[in-house]
């Protein structure tokens, strides 16, 4: 599915996120039998370092932070979207005995704007896209400001944590996890980003070969520049991956040709893949004002999801928003 934005006139900024307050090492992990396997296979990927929440903590008051400093940029705020990638983080804790529906219904946003007294706002929650929630999110921000004839704005908000005593690694895929949340807005405020365009793939299956992913993000990217009649090889371009398979993104960039091209991932060593908040921290420490630059913003996730989307940077820095590692 492609979806187009280029005349919208929509924007991506006040980009903030939080991550737990506990950091350990992979070998902490393993003491503390939240690793699943030996330390040496993850840290030959790069990875040396989780966040996870602490016991003073909970998603609740981890999502609350980012989500707080993001209200300001919104101006006129018309609707809030959430997105979550484990199914303990969508739906607020109950007992397995529990037998009255709205005890075992509490969503985690209608509950965190509650807490920070929000309400008489729609708000909208994207569960299934796993760690391609970043896109996922656009879509839903995008359809819309796209359809609607107010002008304001939409908070979109990710949160995650693993459930106590689960590992934080997955196994198979060699993909280590941070708890984390993170904020941003969208709307019509020429700043931050624009968004010009997203690509989205989804699959059944329970495992795509590396080979094809590579094959497939190329030609998405290259499909989506195509049709917004962007020439990728004659600009500067920063390509933005998760930070899981390093490997396999390193092919994607080498067989995109593009002269001028900054390969992002970032943070993989210190705080590990904090799913979809992996995009918007690099989105803002990316962002350097430099009007009309392209980046390119790569998601891949449970489900499985494949998505790209290509935004344009804005040289308005002010609303780019702050962020905060713990």
């Known amino acids: 599915m492609m979806l187009l934005y280029p005349d919208k006139g929509i924007f991506l900024y006040g980009f903030n996120y939080k991550l737990g307050s506990v950091r350990r090492d992979l070998n902490q992990l393993q003491t503390d039998q939240l690793l699943l396997g030996t330390p040496d296979v ?8 989780t966040f996870g929440v602490g016991k003073s903590e909970t998603l609740m008051s981890l999502a609350a932070d980012p989500l707080s400093r993001a209200l300001p ?9 959430s997105q979550h990638c484990g199914a303990e983080s969508a739906v607020l804790h109950y007992e397995p005995n529990e037998t009255d529906i709205a005890a075992r219904s509490r969503y985690f946003l209608g509950e965190l704007m509650r807490e920070l007294q929000l309400d008489h706002l729609p708000y909208f929650c994207s569960f299934a896209s796993g760690c391609a929630g970043f896109i996922s999110l656009l879509v839903v921000a995008g359809g819309l400001l796209s359809s609607s004839s107010e002008e304001g704005s939409t908070v979109c908000m990710m949160a995650d944590c693993a459930p106590p005593g689960v590992p934080h690694n997955m196994l ?9 949340s993170s904020a941003f807005v969208v709307g019509r405020k020429r700043s931050g980003y624009q968004l010009l365009g997203i690509k989205y793939y989804s699959s059944t299956r329970t495992k795509i070969p590396f080979v094809e992913i590579v094959r497939r993000t190329v030609q998405m990217i290259q499909e989506l520049a ?5 020439q990728l090889t004659a600009g500067d371009v920063a390509i933005h991956y998760p930070n899981i398979f390093p490997d ?20 993989m060593a210190e705080r590990a893949h904090c799913g979809a908040t992996d995009s918007v921290i690099s989105l803002a420490k990316y962002h350097r004002g430099a009007e009309g630059r392209i980046h390119i913003v790569v998601n891949y996730g449970l489900g499985l999801h494949l998505a790209v989307c290509v935004l344009q940077e ?4 002010q609303s780019i928003g702050g962020v905060k590692a713990v």
Do not use: C
């Open 314 to 317: 804005k040289a308005n820095t």
């Open 226 to 230: 195509s049709s917004l009649h962007l």
């Open 248 to 267: 396999t993104w390193k092919m994607v960039t080498r067989y995109l040709r593009i002269p001028r091209v900054e390969h992002v991932t970032d943070g």
């Open 42 to 49: 993850l840290s030959a990927l790069g990875y040396q370092y």
């Open 172 to 180: 198979r895929e060699r993909i280590l996890g941070s708890d984390h």
């Open 73 to 81: 940029h919104a101006g006129d705020l018309r609707a809030f979207v």
